[in-house]
Nanobody, 123 residues
Framework: QVQLVESGGGLVQAGGSLRLSCAAS????????MGWFRQAPGKEREFVAQ?????YYADSVKGRFTISRDNAKNTVYLQMNSLKPEDTAVYYC???????????????????WGQGTQVTVSS
């Protein structure tokens, strides 16, 4: 059974940094796309970044966030720099099976999700 466990969230001041991690288990993940999404209170879950054979970012985080993965550890990371109050949300990682050479940007394109980790950016 596939499991995704996020960690690294917390409270940070505007301009600060956080690094999120997502540890995956239950199968190999080298042939997958792995993504980060976020959901703020009262808003829909939105795409942040994904990494497959390609890397893609939402415009709102481009230049500030960096996604990476370590296939040997089945782990995907999200380095978040220059954080803004509007980055406050629950951050979720997700995996899209069989998507090594595609770009997955939509919630319904992902097969498994983690439980989320809270990121709060104070002004």
């Amino acid at each position: 059974q596939v499991q995704l466990v996020e960690s690294g969230g917390g409270l940070v001041q505007a301009g600060g940094s956080l690094r999120l991690s997502c540890a995956a288990s239950g199968r190999t993940f080298s042939d997958t796309a792995m993504g980060w999404f976020r959901q703020a209170p009262g808003k829909e879950r939105e795409f942040v970044a994904q990494i497959s054979g390609y890397i893609y970012y939402a415009d709102s985080v481009k230049g500030r966030f960096t996604i990476s993965r370590d296939n040997a550890k089945n782990t995907v990371y999200l380095q978040m720099n220059s954080l803004k109050p509007e980055d406050t949300a629950v951050y979720y990682c997700a995996v899209a099976l069989g998507s090594r050479w595609t770009t997955r940007l939509r919630v319904n394109e992902y097969d498994y999700w983690g439980q989320g980790t809270q990121v709060t950016v104070s002004s």
